[in-house]
């Protein structure tokens, strides 16, 4: 396979795992449609700079890009995968002895994050979690969980409720649901993909500002599947506060950008 092909196979297989038209793609990276798609076709290779804003935009591995049999997304040194059939062996077991009132769904609030993923499993803490009946949600294994961060705006915004439902066998979930994943390392909700040898989950924000990454299966403790959402936030009141912020910051660019060109002066 000529190094050609092989740029154009991976950038094209990247972007689908992103779920990225060419459009959303060569903008996110710098590059107009027409060249991407000379790119995917093979006609053309991948510039230094585009392998460059590819691994900062998406924290892509440049060896996997330039053809190498590596992972394609980068991840932590200490992350190690222990099978490569993780996610076709991976059948969670989940307590359901836990006894609540019918149509009662416990909550875990954004404080209680940390407490939560030391504890999921024991049924004395999660007792001792608020519980609430939502509509619709009378039967079947649910959990609330309140949302930290804006990772995933415009689909979800900071403080908002999520209503899950547990998720048994996560080689069944389809790429692109939206989840809550409990790992050591936090719980955040994100659009979930699976690596093609079911060793690694790929994690994929909404919101462009932050990366996508990967986590080892035997990294995560529990899998949720996202519902709906219960909000008392509106798309306006936080792009209103999004732009406000955003005139501040220009403000400030602006007083700095003054007050150097005051200081060559003197």
């Not at 076709?88 to 307590?95: F, M």
């Not at 040898?197 to 996202?226: G, Q, R």
Request: include cysteine; proline fraction near 3%.
């Amino acid at each position: 396979m000529s190094q050609k092909t092989t740029n154009a196979t991976r950038v094209a297989h990247l972007r689908e795992l992103l779920d990225l038209s060419q459009i959303e793609f060569s903008d996110s990276i710098g590059i107009t449609q027409g060249a991407l798609s000379q790119l995917e076709s093979g006609k053309t290779q991948l510039s230094f700079d585009s392998i460059r804003k590819i691994n900062e935009t998406y924290n892509v591995n440049c060896n996997w890009l330039i053809g190498k049999e590596e992972p394609i997304f980068l991840k932590e040194e200490s992350s190690v995968v222990h099978s490569k059939n993780a996610m076709h062996n991976t059948q969670q077991t989940h307590d359901h002895a836990l006894q609540y009132a019918p149509g009662l769904i416990p909550l875990v609030k954004e404080e209680a994050h940390a407490g939560y993923i030391d504890n999921y499993h024991d049924k004395d803490y999660l007792h001792t979690l608020d519980v609430y009946k939502i509509p619709g949600y009378e039967h079947g294994d649910y959990r609330l969980f309140e949302v930290e961060g804006d990772s995933m705006v415009p689909s979800i915004f900071p403080r908002e409720v999520l209503v899950t439902e547990f998720v048994a066998k996560w080689s069944e979930i389809e790429n692109g649901t939206l989840v809550i994943i409990v790992s050591a390392d936090g719980i955040v909700a994100k659009r979930y993909y699976v690596h093609d040898d079911h060793s690694t989950v790929i994690l994929k924000s909404d919101n462009p500002d932050y990366k996508t990454y990967s986590i080892p299966v035997n990294d995560i403790k529990e899998v949720w599947e996202i519902k709906a959402k219960i909000t008392n936030v509106f798309a306006e009141d936080y792009n209103n506060q999004k732009e406000t912020m955003k005139s501040m910051q220009a403000d400030i660019d602006l007083l700095k950008n003054q007050m150097s060109e005051l200081q060559k002066v003197r």
